[in-house]
C-alpha cells in the first residue's frame, strides 16, 4: 500500500490549460502539504494543511488554488499554466499536529507545460 | 526569511570513503532540522535535530547539530553505490514551515 500517492505521475500540456495534481495519504496524518522542486532541485513549499484547515499559504500565485476535502486529500488545481510552472509538485504529509518534523513524501508529479 | 546552505554542491568519492556533508542556516524560531534523502523520486526522511551536541546515528550515518553556529554535519561512513543521492537540509521554524536548501548531490563510484 502506498503510504501517499499522487496522480497523475507525468502531466505534459499546453500553456495557458487549467491542470489538476490529486494526492491522498493513508497514515492517518493531520498535517498534508505541497511542495514545488525546480530543475535544480530546490524543495519550496507551497501550502500546508492541518486537518483541512490552511495552515501555510507561500508567495504562490493565485493561479494555484489547493483544496482538501476531508484529512486524508490534498488537492492542487493550476489554472492558465505558464513555462515557469514546469517542476516537480510534491505532496506530503506529516504525523505531528503543530510540527512539520518528519515529513512523508508522495513520489511526485512531473508537469511539463510547452 | 528562513535560509539554509549546503555545501559542497557536489561530491564524487570511492566506495569506502567517508563524507561529511554540510549545512548552515538562519532561521526565526528554530524548531527543528531534517536531512533527507532524495534518488530517483521522493525524499526519505533520515534524521531530526533538535537539541546541540547530541549525536543521531542510523547504521553508517549520522548526524550533529550545533545550535550556537547555525549549523548541522551528516557523516556517512565506509560509503556504498547505493549512498549515491541527492541529501536535503532542511530547518523548522516556530509556523511549522519547512524550509529547504538546494541540497548535496552525492556520487559514490565503484
Known amino acids: 500500500d502506498t503510504a501517499v500517492s499522487q496522480t497523475p505521475k507525468y502531466l505534459v500540456t499546453q500553456m495557458g490549460n487549467d491542470k489538476s495534481i490529486k494526492c491522498e495519504q493513508n497514515?492517518?496524518?493531520?498535517?498534508m502539504y505541497w511542495y514545488k522542486q525546480d530543475s535544480k532541485k530546490f524543495l519550496k513549499i507551497m501550502f500546508s494543511?492541518?486537518?483541512?484547515?490552511?495552515?501555510i499559504n507561500e508567495t504562490v500565485p493565485n493561479r494555484f488554488s489547493p483544496k482538501s476535502p476531508d484529512k486524508a486529500h490534498l488537492n492542487l488545481h493550476i489554472n492558465s499554466l505558464e513555462l515557469g510552472d514546469s517542476a516537480v509538485y510534491f505532496c506530503?504529509?506529516?504525523?505531528?499536529?503543530?510540527?512539520?518534523?518528519?515529513?512523508?513524501f508522495g513520489e511526485g508529479s512531473r508537469l511539463t507545460v510547452l | 526569511e528562513d535560509k539554509v546552505v549546503q555545501s559542497p554542491l557536489s561530491l564524487v568519492v570511492h566506495e569506502g570513503d567517508t563524507v561529511t556533508l554540510n549545512c548552515s542556516y538562519e532561521?526565526?524560531?528554530?524548531?527543528?532540522l531534517l536531512w533527507y534523502k532524495q534518488e530517483k523520486k521522493a525524499p526519505t526522511f533520515l534524521f531530526m535535530l533538535?537539541?546541540?551536541?547530541i549525536e543521531k546515528k542510523s547504521g553508517r550515518l549520522s548526524s550533529i547539530l550545533d545550535k550556537k553556529e547555525l549549523f548541522s554535519i551528516l557523516n556517512i561512513t565506509a560509503t556504498q553505490t547505493g549512498d549515491s543521492a541527492v541529501y536535503l537540509c532542511?530547518?523548522?521554524?516556530?509556523?511549522?514551515?519547512?524550509?529547504f536548501g538546494t541540497g548535496t548531490r552525492l556520487t559514490i563510484i565503484p
Open positions: 532542511a530547518v523548522e521554524d516556530g509556523n511549522e514551515k519547512l524550509t
Open positions: 533538535t537539541s546541540s551536541g
Open positions: 532561521v526565526t524560531n528554530f524548531r527543528s
Open positions: 497514515l492517518g496524518h493531520d498535517t
Open positions: 506530503a504529509s506529516s504525523p505531528r499536529g503543530g510540527w512539520a518534523g518528519e515529513l512523508f
Open positions: 494543511y492541518n486537518n483541512k484547515e490552511l495552515i
